[in-house]
């Protein structure tokens, strides 16, 4: 049995001792992508599979070089693979059209960059509103759900603030928030600490850590081992090919939090000095 299989085989059932598959929020099998370059074809994924079952919490690791970004691009549904299959539901991204795969991107993932991505005009509202402008549904409703999503990461006090206003931490929250609002499939976070600096970057997984308990599906793409740590899967790439696909016990995750937060409390200690 696969890693892959192992992690995903099984949740208790609640009627007995049987146990069901667990549902997945994306399935990823041989999964190719050739560019060509002049006269070159680059290989820049050779036949990936995973799956990631809904409630997971998924670290991508490589060397660059390695079909990071590019397995990146189409789990955005911004690309589509050359041979293979990457689904999200029943729904085969590789099939899709170019409006298909936008509706997919605005109605059933979010995302969170390294660079924020917010729009310097709008409010700490209005950004959350965001993916919610592109489906043409912006409401009371909606307007109360983005309210409270800046409340749930932190900003209930920063509403009306525009992105010059607010510290880089907090413009992660308002992309956290906003990844949220459409209620998607997973989360897709490419760097989510790159620019932020340890204090920081621990409120902001700590919020990862958070929204997986509560059952959110996380996708994580990171250099940085510590971040990675605290995942509770890291898929390493290398060559364009699956490496390891390798589970964090619950210790380790432990471990990896605790470690993290008494080296935020000492850097505190050392400011307040």
């Not at 995750?253 to 850097?267: C, G, I, N, P, S």
């Amino acid at each position: 049995m696969s890693m892959t299989d192992a992690y995903r085989s099984s949740e208790a059932d609640p009627s007995g001792g049987a146990t069901t598959p667990k549902r997945l929020a994306t399935s990823i099998r041989d999964l190719q992508k050739h560019y060509v370059l002049k006269s070159e074809t680059v290989k820049a994924l050779r036949g990936v599979s995973f799956d990631v079952p809904e409630g997971d919490y998924v670290a991508i690791m490589g060397p660059s070089g390695s079909g990071k970004s590019t397995l990146l691009n189409l789990l955005g549904c911004l690309d589509k693979p050359t041979k293979g299959s990457l689904m999200l539901g029943d729904d085969d991204i590789a099939t899709m059209s170019d409006d298909e795969l936008a509706e997919i991107r605005s109605e059933r993932i979010g995302f969170v960059f390294q660079s924020y991505n917010l729009i310097q005009q709008l409010s700490v509202v209005e950004n959350i509103q965001v993916p919610l402008y592109y489906q043409g549904n912006i409401g009371a409703k909606e307007r109360a759900r983005s309210i409270e999503l800046a409340e749930r990461v932190g900003l209930g006090d920063r509403l009306d603030h525009r992105p010059t206003q607010l510290s880089g931490g907090q413009q992660q929250r308002v992309a956290i928030a906003r990844s949220l609002v459409n209620d998607p499939y997973f989360v897709l976070a490419d760097e989510p600490t790159g620019n932020l600096d340890s204090v920081t970057t621990e409120e902001i997984l700590t919020i990862f850590d958070q929204l997986n308990e509560e059952g959110r599906t996380i996708i994580l793409v990171t250099h940085e081992d510590f971040v990675a740590a605290r995942a509770k899967r890291v898929v390493r790439l290398k060559d364009g090919k699956l490496h390891k696909d390798e589970i964090n016990d619950e210790d380790s995750r432990k471990a990896a939090r605790d470690f993290q937060r008494k080296h935020v409390e000492q850097l505190l200690k050392e400011v307040d000095r």
